[in-house]
Nanobody, 124 residues
Framework: QVELDESGGGLVQAGDSLRLSCTAP????????LGWFRQGPGKEREFVAS????????VYADSVKGRFTISRDNAGNMVHLQMNSLKPEDTAVYYC?????????????????WGQGTQVTVSS
């Protein structure tokens, strides 16, 4: 059952920025860890970023560190991914996901709810 809903993808040029957003229902939203993953053409799904519940601790994949920022809006039950200095290799379908627990995680197996994904295409 898909519970999360992503938005904000699109076609941009290298060096541009995009902001992805994801809404997730539930009264325990603020206590749950959230993450963004992506799957490029012909590639396996890979971790992008994660943010913990409560403390808001974050962790990033090395490939996006310094360019992407994950944040959460607990009042609005939303998580965002600000993507700056985009590169063609960032082209992928981006998925948001929610954990049962509150901590960050880089493993997709530890997330139990996923969105349908939003396409990000970066042209050179």
């Amino acid at each position: 059952q898909v519970e999360l809903d992503e938005s904000g993808g699109g076609l941009v040029q290298a060096g541009d920025s995009l902001r992805l957003s994801c809404t997730a229902p539930g009264r325990t939203f603020s206590m749950r860890g959230l993450g963004w993953f992506r799957q490029g053409p012909g590639k396996e799904r890979e971790f992008v970023a994660s943010i913990s519940g409560n403390s808001g601790m974050t962790v990033y994949a090395d490939s996006v560190k310094g360019r992407f920022t994950i944040s959460r809006d607990n009042a609005g039950n939303m998580v965002h991914l600000q993507m700056n200095s985009l590169k063609p290799e960032d082209t992928a379908v981006y998925y948001c996901a929610r954990r049962r627990g509150s901590s960050v995680s880089v493993s997709g197996d530890e997330y139990d709810s996923w969105g349908q994904g939003t396409q990000v295409t970066v042209s050179s």
